[in-house]
C-alpha cells in the first residue's frame, strides 16, 4: 500500500479554502482535471461520480465530516485500484491556511502508474484551488 500525501500553503483565510477544498460536493469547482462531479445522498455515506477530462470516471464514498475537511474512500472506475482511501484537510496558518491532500492507495497491478497518476490528480487539485482561493 502507497501513501501519497500533497501539503500547500495558501494565502487565503481558513474558512475560504474550507468552503471550497472541504466541500466534497464541488470538486469540479476547482478541480482542472475533473469536468463533472454528481453527488447523490447528503452527508456521510453520500457518494459523488467523477468524470475526468479524459472521460474515464470514479466514484467515491464520503466516510467521514471533520470540522477541518473530510475524509472518502474509492468504490468504482479507476482501474486497477483496490483500495484508495483519502483525506482533504485545511489548517489554519497565521492569516492563511494549509491544504493537505493525502490518500492511501492499493493497487491490483502497477501500482508505480497508479500512484504516479492519483498524485498527478492530487496537485493539480490543490494547485488550481491555490490560484482559485489567491485570486
Not at 62 to 70: C, F, Q, W
Request: hydrophobic share 40%; with cysteine.
Amino acid at each position: 500500500m502507497a501513501e501519497l500525501e500533497h501539503r500547500l500553503d495558501v494565502d487565503a483565510p481558513f474558512e475560504d479554502a474550507l468552503d471550497l477544498v472541504g466541500d466534497f460536493s464541488i470538486l469540479n469547482d476547482f478541480h482542472p482535471m475533473v469536468a463533472t462531479c454528481d453527488v447523490e445522498g447528503e452527508g456521510v455515506g453520500a457518494t459523488r461520480t467523477l468524470t475526468l477530462s479524459d472521460g474515464s470516471e470514479a466514484v467515491e464514498r464520503l466516510t467521514a465530516l471533520h470540522d477541518d475537511g473530510y475524509a472518502y474512500e474509492h468504490v468504482a472506475g479507476q482501474d486497477p485500484l483496490r483500495s484508495y482511501r483519502g483525506r482533504v484537510q485545511v489548517l489554519r496558518r497565521g492569516e492563511g491556511c494549509t491544504v493537505i491532500w493525502s490518500a492511501e492507495v492499493e493497487a491490483e497491478r502497477d501500482e508505480d502508474r497508479v500512484v504516479r497518476r492519483l498524485l498527478g490528480l492530487i496537485e493539480a487539485g490543490a494547485e488550481s484551488a491555490k490560484r482559485f482561493l489567491e485570486g
